[in-house]
Structures are given as structure tokens and as C-alpha cells.
């Protein structure tokens, strides 16, 4: 294990052991977060593969042949009604969704100058709306800040296309008039199945793993390659931490926290005597 100067061991494995190695190591940005649907879950947006509850398991209406096919670019073209429609509720800012305790942490990480970066494979913005400055935030399958006509590359005005979705397949603000606009079906920039992941992925992959002392992996089945790949980044010494309902230990963390993640936040914080992420999540109800 670790040889570098100010290695800090994890003189235990468990929660107290984690909030004393982050108290006691220097105070440098070496923390990477890997955020999935389970951070977000509090705030009421389902993830995917939770039994039951995830998003997947409540696609009837929209007869498709497999749950993935709506986020597949030819299902999409042959028929996009399944896709605007879940985008109408996805589309950040529009069902009013707050950031989650885990969010606020994650943010404090930042302020208190711990963290190196945010990959999210989340497309809810809620990272940025909790604080979190954007230059942190990796959003490894896309967002919906951007816009492109998958026919012809064309970049669109986001607010456009989700003036559009907003205004359904008819009339002349709807999305089959943006497509006669712009000469094919117009898609927000979220990642699906078989597309590129953006370049500032592969980038601060590359960048920022060989920094990083403590991998915090926050609400994800770490089923979604090449995200999937990254908790194999970090040097030897890096300490890997679970946060997740599911056990996904074949990934070999150091610390698996099972259960929901705010739980396992607000004992996190307590320990570590921030109580002004308690305060802000209770200030914003
Ligand atoms: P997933 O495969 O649905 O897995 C979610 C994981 O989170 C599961 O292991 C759950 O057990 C766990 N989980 C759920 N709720 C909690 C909770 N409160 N506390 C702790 N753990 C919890 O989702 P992934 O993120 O792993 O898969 C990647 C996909 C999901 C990405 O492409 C995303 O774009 C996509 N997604 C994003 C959102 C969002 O932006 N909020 C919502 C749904 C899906």
C-alpha cells in the first residue's frame, strides 16, 4: 500500500474511520466523488434498476422492446415520442427536483477544498444546483445544456428543443416543427447506449486518478461501461468507499456503507463536525 509522502492509513474500516482519515489527512484536493441515479433518489427521480421503483421496471406505457430502447439512438429515430415524453420529466428545472443531502456534501467537499472532481453519470444538474462549480463536475453522460440534430450534426439552442419538448409532437411550437426546423430529430446532449462519452471524460480520466487518496462511489450498480471502469483508476493507495444500497463489492472498496446514502452522509458529517451541511439542506426545505 501506499508509498507517497503524506499517505494517511484508514486505521479502520468503517464510518468513524472514514470521517477521521479525511479530518487528519492534509487538507488537499485528492477526494474523487463517482455519483449515480442513487444520489438522486431522495429527491424523487427514480434511478434505473431498482427493483420496483427504478425507472426501467415502469416503461409499460410506452411498449418498447427492451427498457434500454429509450435511450437508444435508433429507437429514438424510428420513434422519438417515447423519449420527449420521458425527457419532459427529466429536463432539469422542470419538475422542480432539489439537490439531495448527498449533493450538499458533496458540494462542502468542494468549499472545504477536498474535492478533485465530481464524475456523474446523473443528468439531473442537481451537483451544480447544490454548488458544486461546473470545472468540478465530469457529467460523463451528458447533459442537458447542449443540443444536436442527429440527422446532420447541426447544433441546436437548448432552450429551444425544451421549449419543444415542453410543447409535445404537435402544433408549431412542438418537436415535429423543430424537426422540420432543422432538418432531422433533435436531441438533448445526454449519452445514449453506443454514443461517445464526452471528451472532458476521457480527459480528467487520464488527468486526475493518479491524484486521488479517497474514491467515494455514491449510488450506483456500476453497471454502465466505461464509467464502470473507473474505480480500477486510482493508484494502490487510494482508499475506496462504498455508499450504495446494493453490494456491488466485487469492486473491492475498503468501506462498503450499505443502505441509503443520505444516511450514511448525515453520520459522515456529524463526524466530521460540519453541521452546516445539515443546516443547508434543512434551510432549503
Ligand atoms: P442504476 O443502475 O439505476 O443504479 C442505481 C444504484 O443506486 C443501485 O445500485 C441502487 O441500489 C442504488 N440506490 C438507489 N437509491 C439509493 C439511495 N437512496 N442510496 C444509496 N443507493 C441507492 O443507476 P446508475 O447511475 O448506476 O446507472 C447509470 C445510468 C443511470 C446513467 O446513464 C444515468 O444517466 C442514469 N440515470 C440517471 C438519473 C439521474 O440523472 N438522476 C436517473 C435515472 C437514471
Known amino acids: 500500500r501506499g508509498l507517497s509522502q503524506d499517505f494517511v492509513p484508514l486505521k479502520s474500516r468503517c464510518i468513524k474511520g472514514l470521517a477521521d482519515w479525511i479530518l487528519t489527512s492534509p487538507c488537499q ?39 434500454e430502447s429509450i435511450f437508444s439512438l435508433d429507437y429514438f429515430r424510428k420513434a ?24 450538499r ?14 464524475f456523474t453519470q446523473n443528468i439531473d444538474g442537481l451537483e451544480r444546483l447544490a454548488g458544486v462549480p461546473s470545472e468540478r463536475v465530469v457529467a460523463a453522460h451528458g447533459s442537458f445544456d447542449t443540443a444536436t440534430c442527429v440527422r446532420n450534426g447541426k447544433s441546436v439552442p437548448a432552450e429551444e428543443l425544451r421549449q419543444a419538448v415542453l410543447s409535445g409532437k404537435e ?3 412542438g418537436w415535429q416543427s423543430l424537426r422540420e426546423k432543422y432538418g432531422g430529430l433533435v436531441k438533448p446532449d445526454i449519452v445514449f447506449f453506443g454514443e461517445n462519452l464526452p471528451a472532458s471524460f476521457f480527459k480528467h480520466r487520464t488527468l ?23 474505480p480500477r483508476e486510482p493508484p494502490g493507495s487510494c482508499i475506496k468507499v462504498l455508499m450504495n444500497r446494493e453490494d456491488i463489492s466485487e469492486f473491492g472498496f475498503d468501506i462498503s456503507l450499505l443502505g441509503d446514502c443520505d444516511e450514511h452522509v448525515q453520520e459522515l ?17
Not at 32 to 45: E, N, R
Open 171 to 173: 402544433g408549431p411550437g
Open 208 to 230: 486526475d486518478f493518479c491524484k486521488c487518496q479517497l474514491l467515494l462511489v455514491i449510488g450506483t450498480s456500476l453497471s454502465v461501461y466505461p464509467f464502470a471502469d473507473l
Open 105 to 118: 456534501f458533496i458540494s462542502t467537499l468542494d468549499r472545504k477544498g477536498r474535492l478533485l472532481r465530481c
Open 269 to 285: 458529517v456529524t463526524r466530521l463536525g460540519w453541521q452546516e451541511v445539515l443546516k443547508e439542506m434543512a434551510d432549503s426545505k
Open 29 to 67: 484536493r485528492n477526494i474523487i466523488v463517482l455519483a449515480g441515479a442513487g444520489a438522486s433518489t431522495a429527491a424523487g427521480i427514480p434511478d434505473f434498476r431498482s427493483p420496483g421503483t427504478g425507472l426501467y421496471d415502469n416503461l409499460q406505457k410506452y411498449n418498447l422492446p427492451t427498457p
Open 80 to 103: 422519438p415520442d417515447a423519449f420527449y415524453e420521458l425527457a419532459r420529466d427529466l429536463w432539469p428545472g422542470v419538475q422542480g427536483y432539489r439537490p439531495t443531502l448527498t449533493h
